[in-house]
């Protein structure tokens, strides 16, 4: 995936139509939208806090593949920013109505990347593929798989 | 129980090798701020939290800590990967190459060895928390170090998402810390 600095607020609404009513912007859930909270690494707003004059990079898919990654990955990152918050919130309705359809969302956009680039986890479906698919894409660590 | 999932938390593609960065980037993975010390003091100090919000929470960020350690791993792996023996020797990895060649190895930016001594834990949930608090703004500062060491759109955007993550766990461990005050929990 490439990362370069000019940031750009549009890709919410590019990779994911109709995210808006998802946000409830109250005055105790002030959120980014997943891809700014994803490449920022903060989906509070009143949390975030830039360092000197630095943007988050903005991070632009290559391939189909990239592009499943990148909508699984933001998506993630939102549930798992409303996991820890509702850790210490565990009473905050909208949080946790935010957390279950991004964690909805989160298991649609895992099962749409397994099906076309093999499985992420142990659990996936798609290691019914013969042979063993566990072991047949690339490790994470590696530049390809970014 | 841990699983395992087949991807980073953030991406990570460096196209330039830079075994200078990789020699410091290094101490977040096995410094005493660094992500593995990290994991280990979350992880440790979860079992006595005096209720569910704590248990929660020190495992869930325990739980991203690992991941964050497998971005710094990350890093490392790809700044080496293609350097020549002259490249390491240059850049002072020698004694590195000596004892790991290219393999991955907690150390700090020296080369000292990770140890347990970079966390505590106390089975007081307030001292523990305060280490928590301490332990995530220490390592925002050293990524902050390690950005203004580097020019590499590539290094520079894990790092700043890494120190922003710091910014969060801080937020979270102070509003739980600020609760157990308020509430009189000990």
Known sequence: MNQNFAFNDMMDSVLLPGIGPLMPNDENLNLFGPYEGFIKGNLFKDLYQQYKNYQPAKLTPNSEREELLLNLDQISFAAHELNLYLDIHPEDRKALALFNQYRKMENDAMNAYEVKYGPLTTKSDALEAYPWAWEGTVWPWEKEAN | ?186
């Open chain 2, 1 to 186: 129980m841990f699983a395992y999932k087949k991807r980073l938390m953030y991406p990570i593609n460096i196209k330039k090798a830079d075994l200078r960065m990789a020699k410091l980037l290094v101490t977040q993975y096995g410094g005493s701020n660094g992500e593995l010390a990290a994991a280990l003091r979350y992880l440790n100090q979860r079992y006595t939290m005096p209720d569910n919000r704590g248990k929660a929470l020190l495992t869930d960020i325990g739980t991203e800590e690992l991941s964050h350690i497998e971005m710094i791993s990350t890093m490392i792996y790809q700044l080496m990967k293609d350097a020549s023996i002259e490249d390491i020797k240059k850049a002072g990895l020698d004694p590195h190459y000596a004892e790991h060649n290219r393999a991955l190895y907690p150390t700090d930016a020296n080369g000292v060895p990770f140890t347990v001594t970079y966390f505590a834990t106390t089975g007081d949930p307030i001292a523990d928390l305060q280490e928590d608090m301490a332990a995530e703004q220490k390592a925002r500062a050293v990524y902050e170090n390690l950005i203004d060491l580097t020019d590499d759109p590539d290094v520079i955007g894990p790092l700043l998402w890494l120190r922003q993550r710091e910014v969060v766990h801080f937020d979270r461990f102070k509003e739980l810390h600020d609760m157990y005050l308020n509430e009189g929990i000990k």
